[in-house]
């Protein structure tokens, strides 16, 4: 597809772990290299006791990994093989990619670095005290973030309120992000929180599948005049659901 103009500033935000990466990093991380507690505060987290961002804390409190390990897993675990595609749909169209991930930042640069991804990257930030311990700092966290998150999605998006805001995402780090985005591309625990309340979503299986829903927006806006584009917006958004 030929590049155009980012139609009304248009900005996409994508979650990473289970949406980009195939598999959850963190928890692969905390199978392997953390002490069995880390279970206890899961269960906490799911209950609904305590946010992700206080489960986040005292999980990464209870990793013993050196730096190699952790840089075992940035190499092992792949990424959806249509991602780059769809990050260079976005770069020939001016439309501005954000991973905003609730994950654990380093090991996040280190995949998109491999994949040969230059995106932006919002996550939390792990930070090394000691031979093989870790904590883990929260520099895009929010006291009034909705989820109780390390990073705050809400927050990420409701920084652009002039634009046309396009969330891609797969689990409950989402669910604040998808009450502010203008369109949701879901998979998942997102898809399933957005049919429960009511939502309007776009079901992908994989980046292919994003891929389409995204040119097929740009496509109907290619020679729409400005007033049209909310409009094709709001048709695509509330479509029902596609595979």
């Known amino acids: 597809m030929a590049g155009r103009a980012a139609p009304l500033g248009a900005r996409v935000f994508v979650d990473f772990d289970g949406t980009i990466a195939l598999e959850d990093t963190t928890d692969v991380i905390l199978e392997r ?54 990050a260079a749909l976005c770069r020939a169209n001016a439309i501005p990619l954000t991973v905003v991930s609730d994950g654990l930042g380093q090991v996040v640069t280190a995949m998109l670095a491999r994949a040969g991804a230059d995106v932006t990257v919002l996550a939390n930030r792990l930070v090394r005290i000691g031979t093989d311990r870790w904590r883990l700092a929260f520099p895009h966290a929010s006291e009034a973030c909705r989820s109780a998150a390390g990073n705050c999605k809400c927050r990420a998006l409701d920084r652009e309120p002039g634009t046309l805001r396009i969330l891609i995402g797969d689990g409950r780090s989402d669910f604040c992000a998808a009450q502010s985005a203008d369109l949701v591309f879901a998979k998942g625990a997102l898809a399933a929180h957005c ?29 729409a005049p400005a007033p049209a584009a909310a409009t094709a917006l709001g048709e695509l958004a509330h479509a029902p659901p596609s595979a």
């Open 33 to 86: 290299f953390a002490l069995p507690q880390w279970r206890l505060v899961e269960a906490d987290w799911v209950a609904g006791r305590i946010g992700s961002r206080e489960c986040l804390a005292r999980q990464v409190d209870l990793i013993r990994a050196r730096p190699r390990d952790l840089d075992a897993i940035a190499s092992e675990i792949p990424i959806d093989p249509h991602f780059l595609d769809f």
């Open 195 to 223: 049919h429960a309340n009511g939502l309007a979503y776009q079901v992908f299986g994989n980046f292919a599948g994003a891929i389409t829903l995204l040119a097929q927006w740009i496509d109907a806006l290619a020679d």
